[in-house]
């Protein structure tokens, strides 16, 4: 176990730039616009909302609070919980390997088709270009027979700005990539929605996005996909939010700042919402189709839909460029955050140096993601992977934490204290009741609704024996792995007895520190 001295943050600002920075990511631009338009439009807008206030912010606050008392990375930060509990920060960490594996080569992909907008590359058809003369996909289950360079060489591009912003530190890495990046996406954005509103037919986008179906309410299935997008798009449930609260000062506003990077999250969904679909409703009037036969959403929406709508609209290359540059710098901010948990619970648990622990951990990150995903299977694959880590990993990962923490330790009544001990705004008993019953519930909720999904038919059509291996076997590998490694014996001795609350109260000078 590491007894160097924990990192921290430069400020208050740093913090929440990174935190908002991890939060908005590739799902905000092209995952909450599909999802509110399937789900009653404007009316998505209410169980959103109830989502964001009833499961959202207080699990962030939670993790805010585990990460900033204990002062560790997710599988030392449980530990000092009860020491079986190290096993859910393991499976995390695992799940953050997987995710960043696979998460990075979108990220590639989008910093390709930046430069692909110049000239419309794609030509006239943005979606046999894509599977085909771009990524050369084969069928599922096809396995790996190629290579694809136009792939490999942007996403070694990637992982080597990533490190480099990793090797460099919490302050002079994370935090001044974050402080330049997040700010630069918003201009980028706001740019791309003032253009698009003022194209032809971006009302008829809009209409169809935000006119409530009030009678989408009373289906259940519109309620799951609320809490699971609110539950996806603010880096909750996988430790990201424990390693980053971890390098705060210790009389850190925790709530005030969960509150801050909550509402800007769901703002900047908000705002994608609405460039996207006044895009839309502009290639539907093209098109003299409706919306609806326009609509997508995830990869189809941003490497497909977008490059078709960017071929027919007036300077369509500038709206391209800005529009993949702001989904890499998304990407990228999400990918930083996603890396360092594994790096900062590695090296938590052996003592080893950032240098040294970036080179080797997010090395072998890197190189796990380059061996597959740069591949003609590499599209089939990262779609296997993502469906299943999130919907089996993620989500089960953050309800046993819950279930720990809650009901079996009996913990939230502690930590609500330790976090009401130096924020502005109050926990009250509701906190309590979000995390001890209806987060849970609803987490439950969505594997069972998951699962009854999955065994009615293959995900995607996929063969079976490809969903084993690449779906199933990925994501219980996670889990798998991360209780071996718990089972690991501790070289340095017993961990530190549960902190005490009275810790938080610290010199007055190094809260003027924090507020600056």
Request: hydrophobic content about 55%.
């Amino acid at each position: 176990m590491s007894n160097q001295p924990r990192e921290q943050w430069g400020s208050r600002v740093g913090f929440l730039f990174a935190a908002i920075g991890s939060a908005i990511g590739l799902g905000n631009i092209w995952r909450f616009p599909g999802e509110a338009y399937n789900n009653g439009g404007g009316a998505f807008l209410l169980p959103y909302l109830i989502a964001l206030l009833t499961a959202g912010l207080p699990l962030l606050i939670l993790e805010y609070t585990v990460g900033r008392r204990y002062r560790k990375s997710p599988p030392a930060a449980f530990r000092q919980l009860t020491k079986p509990a190290q096993a859910i920060g393991w499976w995390q960490v695992f799940i953050c390997f997987v995710i960043a594996s696979y998460y990075a080569v979108i990220v590639a992909w989008a910093v390709r088709y930046t430069f692909f907008s110049v000239d419309r590359a794609w030509g006239e058809d943005p979606a046999g270009f894509f599977a085909g003369d771009f990524l050369q996909s084969s069928d599922p289950g096809a396995g790996i027979s190629s290579y694809v360079g136009g792939v490999f060489w942007p996403l070694l591009f990637v992982w080597a700005v990533v490190l480099v912003i990793l090797g460099l530190g919490v302050r002079k890495g994370i935090e001044k990539a974050n402080i330049f990046f997040i700010p630069l996406l918003v201009l980028f954005f706001v740019v791309l929605v003032v253009r698009a509103v003022t194209l032809d037919g971006a009302a008829k986008g809009l209409d169809a996005l935000f006119t409530p179906d009030w009678g989408a309410l009373t289906d259940g299935s519109v309620w799951v996909a609320a809490y699971g997008q609110i539950f996806f798009s603010l880096s909750i449930g996988f430790g990201i939010m424990v390693t980053y609260a971890s390098y705060l000062r210790r009389k850190s506003d925790l709530t005030g700042s969960a509150l801050v990077a909550g509402f800007a999250n769901s703002s900047f969904e908000i705002l994608a919402g609405i460039g996207v679909f006044a895009t839309l409703g502009f290639m539907a009037q093209a098109s003299g189709v409706g919306v609806n036969e326009v609509a997508e959403s995830g990869v189809g929406l941003a490497f497909i839909a977008f490059p078709t709508v960017i071929s027919q609209m007036p300077l369509g290359g500038l709206f391209g460029v800005l529009f993949f540059l702001s989904l890499a710098i998304a990407g990228l901010t999400s990918l930083v955050s996603i890396v360092e948990v594994v790096i900062s619970s590695v090296r938590d648990r052996t003592g080893m140096r950032r240098g040294p622990a970036v080179a080797i951990v997010g090395g072998l990150v890197a190189v796990a993601s380059l061996a597959v995903f740069p591949t003609n299977a590499g599209l089939n694959i990262l779609d296997a992977c993502d469906h299943f880590i999130n919907q089996y990993g993620i989500v089960l990962a953050a309800l046993a934490f819950l279930i720990v923490v809650g009901w079996v330790l009996r913990k939230l009544k502690p930590l609500q204290a330790n976090a009401d001990a130096t924020s502005a705004v109050r926990l009250g008993l509701w906190w309590r009741i979000c995390l001890g019953v209806v987060t849970p519930l609803v987490l439950a909720w969505m594997m069972v609704d998951s699962l009854r999904q999955e065994f009615s038919e293959n995900y995607g059509g996929m063969p079976t024996s490809f969903l084993i291996w690449s779906g199933w076997g990925i994501a219980g590998g996670a889990l798998i792995l991360g209780v071996l490694v718990a089972l690991i014996p501790w070289r340095n001795g017993p961990e530190p007895e549960d902190p005490v609350d009275e810790e938080v109260a610290e010199p007055a000078v190094e809260s003027g520190k924090e507020e600056r």
